[in-house]
């Protein structure tokens, strides 16, 4: 039993090192860097859609230089920050929009809502834009721009939002979840947010005009709103940290290590059957974590933000995994008829759900686009897990080889072969359990 904890403690005390080392940029606006080198006096984390506005506010002149990100998105989506003079709602916005155009470059501009059904068309705004442009690299759009508000501003209405592609224009956003709550009230002479998620009064903030049961507010719609960083679950990057963490060591490293006992410790003798409780306590407790992982990744997504193909595999995996369960529970004996199409059938599984699973630590790893210490670590990881398996296939091939010759010179036994208590010959040499 304390060989079986070793499996599990060592690569997931491994995969957390970088925890303490990884820079408050992936937690936290204060200290992000652009690579533009724009520097910013104040910033918030928004408490929805993986959101972070950064600023410098003139009082003396009303002008606001804002740089407003989104993480964890793609080249499918589009992003908008806007100001709503009048009100909390969609109506009466003024929005800053960007989106990846056809050219691969990002096309930022200005768009006036009039109505609750809107393309997000170019149009002037109620205040002046002198300068706006937008950048997208590794999974993170921004908006920048020069704002000229009226004289004596210092506090707005923030509405943020984001959503899919309609072709060359931006599309309808999602109506319920994190995309609903995306507003608060900013001072930015302070920095704070007084009022977050609740009305200042004026305006419509939501609800159904056209009869369609759904909620035509696209914009948000007043609520509370838990403020940034009030605890470790309340920040949705430490959530995303929480499900990156548990589903690298599950699927990334533990379902790996697993499938390595399985096929490597077998042929030792002496290993006869703790590799198998080595193997099924290791893929045991992958599975444990990862739906743990795959839970938190199914909260998040219905907090919004784009996943991409990196939910799907998610799925696929727990698939692929419920039925390595079931079929344990199945397992023919050794010399049932039935038991070669059951190996096949278990070792094809495995290896796709292995191979899934590293493919989507990357992807999440893009997603989340943390520092670069934990794409290195989960890299040497597998390098190490590499090495070793590389070295143990070799050994055990010079191990069954020399079984083999030496089962060749000598007569055949006059009874019949001894078959370990899980089930595998010793001397056999086996893709899994």
């Given at each position: ?154 506090t707005v209405n923030q509405v943020w939002q984001e959503g899919p592609m309609n072709g060359a224009n931006p599309g309808t956003h999602s109506t319920s979840g ?64 929480v499900h990156g963490l548990l589903n690298a060591v599950s699927w990334g490293i533990m379902m790996p290590l697993g499938a390595i006992f399985a096929r490597h ?169």
């Amino acid at each position: 039993m304390k060989r079986a904890g070793v499996c599990y403690l060592l690569p997931l005390l491994l995969f957390s090192i970088p925890l303490f080392f990884t820079p408050a940029s992936s937690q936290s606006c204060s200290s992000y860097k652009f690579s533009s080198n724009n520097v910013y006096k104040s910033c918030v984390d928004l408490p929805v859609l993986s959101s972070f506005l950064h600023w410098n506010f003139n009082q003396s002149t009303a002008t606001a230089d804002i740089a407003f990100r989104v993480t964890g998105t793609s080249s499918s989506r589009w992003i908008s920050w806007a100001i709503n003079p009048s009100s909390t709602g969609m109506v009466g916005c003024q929005a800053l929009v960007a989106y990846v155009g056809s050219t691969g470059s990002v096309h930022a501009y200005t768009s006036p809502i009039n109505s609750y059904r809107t393309s997000m068309p170019e149009g002037s705004l109620s205040f002046g834009v002198p300068s706006i442009s937008g950048a997208f690299q590794n999974g993170e759009m921004t908006i920048f721009a020069k704002l000229q508000l009226a004289a004596g501003t210092t506090t707005v209405n923030q509405v943020w939002q984001e959503g899919p592609m309609n072709g060359a224009n931006p599309g309808t956003h999602s109506t319920s979840g994190a995309n609903m709550r995306s507003m608060e009230t900013l001072s930015f002479a302070t920095g704070s947010t007084p009022v977050s998620g609740g009305s200042s009064g004026g305006g419509r903030s939501g609800g159904d005009d056209d009869g369609d049961g759904d909620d035509d507010d696209g914009y948000g719609s007043p609520g509370s709103s838990s403020s940034s960083g009030s605890s470790f679950f309340s920040n949705r990057q430490q959530k995303k940290n929480v499900h990156g963490l548990l589903n690298a060591v599950s699927w990334g490293i533990m379902m790996p290590l697993g499938a390595i006992f399985a096929r490597h410790l077998k042929v030792f003798e002496g290993a006869n059957p703790a590799w198998f409780y080595l193997h099924i306590t290791c893929q045991g407790l992958a599975y444990i974590l990862g739906i743990a992982g795959w839970v938190t990744g199914l909260r998040l997504g219905d907090e919004g933000g784009e996943t991409g193909y990196h939910g799907a595999i998610g799925a696929i995996l727990f698939i692929g995994a419920t039925l390595q369960v079931f079929a344990l529970l199945v397992r023919p004996k050794p010399d049932h008829k039935y038991r070669f199409f059951w190996n096949i059938y278990h070792h094809s599984i495995g290896y796709t759900v292995i191979s899934l699973s590293i493919l989507n630590v990357f992807k999440g790893l893009q997603l989340l686009n943390p520092a670069s210490v934990w794409k290195q670590g989960y890299i040497a990881i597998l390098i190490i897990l590499g090495l070793i398996a590389a070295v143990l296939e070799v050994v055990t091939w010079s191990i069954v080889i020399k079984r083999r010759r030496r089962a060749a010179m000598d007569p055949p036994p006059k009874h019949p072969s001894i078959v370990g208590g899980n089930g595998h010959s010793d001397s056999q040499l086996h893709y899994g359990a």
